[in-house]
């Protein structure tokens, strides 16, 4: 039988668990600011292709966040995070950014 340790009674967990929800808060008032500047114009193809796919992305990054989040609250030693989740953290990031630029263009 492999005896869990308690959990480090320390604020690390709940700090990072806070930094994700900040963080997904910002890229959700990066999002509404996004569609709001091409809701204010007329809206081009590129435009209503860009302003798609960055929903697409959000709910992707949201996906990812909730599941870092909810690692960190039900573990005692929660996982690092693993390649792929991170990865597709900074790709949703990098793809707001340039679906951003593509519907001010």
């Known amino acids: ?10 604020l690390q967990p709940e700090r990072t668990r806070l930094a994700w929800r900040r963080t997904t808060l910002a890229y959700t008032v990066a999002a509404v600011l996004a569609a709001r500047q091409v809701a204010g114009g007329e809206l081009s193809a590129a435009g209503l292709v860009a302003v798609a796919l960055s929903a697409l992305v959000w709910l992707g990054f949201l996906w990812v966040a909730h599941r870092r989040v909810r690692e960190l609250g039900v573990r005692p030693r929660p996982r690092a995070l693993s390649a792929g989740a991170a990865l597709a953290a900074v790709a949703c990031t990098f793809a707001l950014a340039g679906f951003a630029v593509a519907m001010v263009v």
């Open 1 to 10: 039988m492999t005896v869990v340790p308690e959990r480090d009674p320390g």
